[in-house]
């Protein structure tokens, strides 16, 4: 038995401590995990099928955005890195958004995200971690404050080695971001939605937001011949900004085309009569 209790006490000093995987490869707490783009919508880190993980070398899997889809961490040419210490740079690329730079963006010693996104296209932020209803959180924490030490106590052996314990990290207690609601065409709690007629009481995703994205235009582009709900999204866009009278069918044909080409050379992009990121970014900025 007292053999038994020697090798126990063995083990426990001279076997080196193993970190948990969390802290090296975290994923993204399922409380905390929305960021937000006033012209874009919020940006779900937690998706399903998303897997998004985070490592000392950078971040993968894909970010979901409501309305244009998914966004790749870690594209073949490119990708998120991360120098170990929670300071990210490289790109992101999202299909219907092109890069995002994010060299702006710090996961501090609590694995909480700041700083925005910039989208490179329009060089201009495309996503934000820092607003009142948004964060985004990971398990995986800085090297340096994985490795820091408490303490330290003889490993015994008559050597008079010291072995240095791991820090014990205590994360502030925080109240978790719920998921917010979102009622299309609702600017706060107040009234009802201009597309659908539902009440806005129960909406909580543009509360504290100066722009709510109201028209979802879809995530292609919309050209002469494209039909379906984004095509009526624009043609509500048309008929409140211009007072058209266009028949809400979704049918987009070479008159409405004309009607968005000059739309275009008037608010100082390329008239194509394409309707792509830039007219949708631009068409959902002027709608308050």
């Known amino acids: 038995m007292k053999n038994f209790y020697i090798l126990i006490l063995f083990i426990l000093f ?52 409501q309305n244009y889809g998914w966004i790749n961490l870690a594209p073949t ?7 170990g ?35 490179v296209k329009l060089n201009s932020p495309s996503l934000t971690f820092d607003c ?48 917010p609601i979102i009622i299309p065409n609702c600017n706060g709690t107040i009234g009802f939605s201009t597309s659908t007629g539902q009440s806005c009481a129960s909406n909580t995703g543009g509360m504290n937001s100066p722009i709510v994205v109201i028209y979802n235009f879809g995530t292609t582009i919309l050209k002469n011949g494209s ?12 008929n409140d900004k211009l007072n058209l009278g266009l028949v809400v069918d979704g049918k987009l044909g070479l008159k409405t085309i004309a009607v968005i080409k000059k739309w275009q050379l008037n608010n100082g992009l390329v008239a194509d009569g394409l309707v792509g990121i830039k007219t949708k970014t631009k068409m959902n900025a002027l709608v308050y």
């Open 14 to 65: 001279f076997t080196p401590f193993v970190s948990f995987g969390s802290t090296v490869d975290g994923i993204i707490d399922p409380q905390y995990h929305f960021a937000w783009s006033a012209y874009l919508g919020w940006f779900n880190w937690t998706a399903d099928q998303g897997n998004v993980h985070v490592t000392d070398s950078g971040l993968t899997g894909y970010i979901w955005n």
């Open 85 to 119: 210490e929670g300071h990210l740079s490289g790109f992101a690329w999202g299909e219907n958004l092109g890069w995002g730079d994010y060299s702006g963006v710090t996961i501090d010693a609590n694995g909480i995200f700041h700083g925005s996104v910039i989208n």
């Open 227 to 238: 039909r379906g709900n984004a095509v009526m999204e624009l043609q509500r866009f048309l």
């Open 77 to 83: 040419s490119s990708g998120v890195k991360n120098d």
């Open 132 to 179: 009142d209803q948004c964060s985004v959180k990971t398990d995986w924490r800085p090297a340096s404050v994985r490795n820091n030490t408490i303490s330290s106590v003889p490993t015994g052996g008559g050597g008079g080695g010291i072995l240095s314990l791991p820090t014990l990290i205590i994360n502030p207690i925080t109240t978790p971001i719920t998921t």
